[in-house]
């Protein structure tokens, strides 16, 4: 009886996965050569072309990898401002900026590296991806000890259809006195 009852389970579970393969599997199977054989002996004997009649159904599918239906869009970055100036400083005094972005495109902003050009200016730039709609902030510190006149730029690296930005910062250092 037990061998009786997986035998009607078994013969179920194929029945049902024989028609789930017809209705959703579009492929003329009499199209398509499944000899081995003959394709293993083209290939041996150096022919580059096949003619073996093919279905491209699956090939051209709009809802394949790469088709119609792939979500569409870009991320697109407007800066408030992209230029900073903190005036004048004191030597090893830290001065602290932040550029607001807002993300105008219609797929999510994401900040790849926001890096500068010496150990003087920290940039931090936004973990989360900004979504469409929505502010992102990068922060930028600044810290220099040699009195003068300083120009740094942090350039940020992203996602979107212009994927390099330059935020430009300049600090006056004043003589230690």
């Known amino acids: 009886m037990k061998h009786l009852i997986y035998l009607l389970a078994f013969a179920a579970i194929l029945v049902s996965c024989d028609q789930a393969t017809s209705t959703t599997n579009n492929i003329d199977v009499n199209k398509v050569e499944t000899d081995n054989n003959a394709n293993n002996a083209n290939a041996n004997a150096g022919e580059a072309e096949n003619n073996d009649p093919v279905n491209t159904d699956v090939i051209s599918n709009d809802n394949t990898a790469g088709g119609d239906n792939a979500p569409k869009g870009e991320a697109i970055i407007e800066w408030d401002h992209q230029d900073h100036d903190f005036g004048k ?45 929505e502010e992102g902030k990068l922060i930028v510190s600044f810290t220099k000890s040699d009195p003068g006149e300083h120009k740094k730029t942090v350039t940020v690296t992203t996602n979107a259809k212009e994927a390099k930005h330059y935020l430009n910062i300049r600090a006056f250092v004043m003589d230690k006195k």
Do not use: L, M
Not at 100 to 122: E, M, S, W, Y
């Open 89 to 133: 400083i004191h030597p090893n005094e830290t001065k602290t900026h932040i550029f607001t972005f807002k993300n105008i495109g219609n797929i999510p902003v994401v900040v790849h590296d926001a890096k500068a050009p010496c150990g003087c200016t920290v940039p931090e730039k936004p973990e989360e991806p900004i979504q469409p709609g």
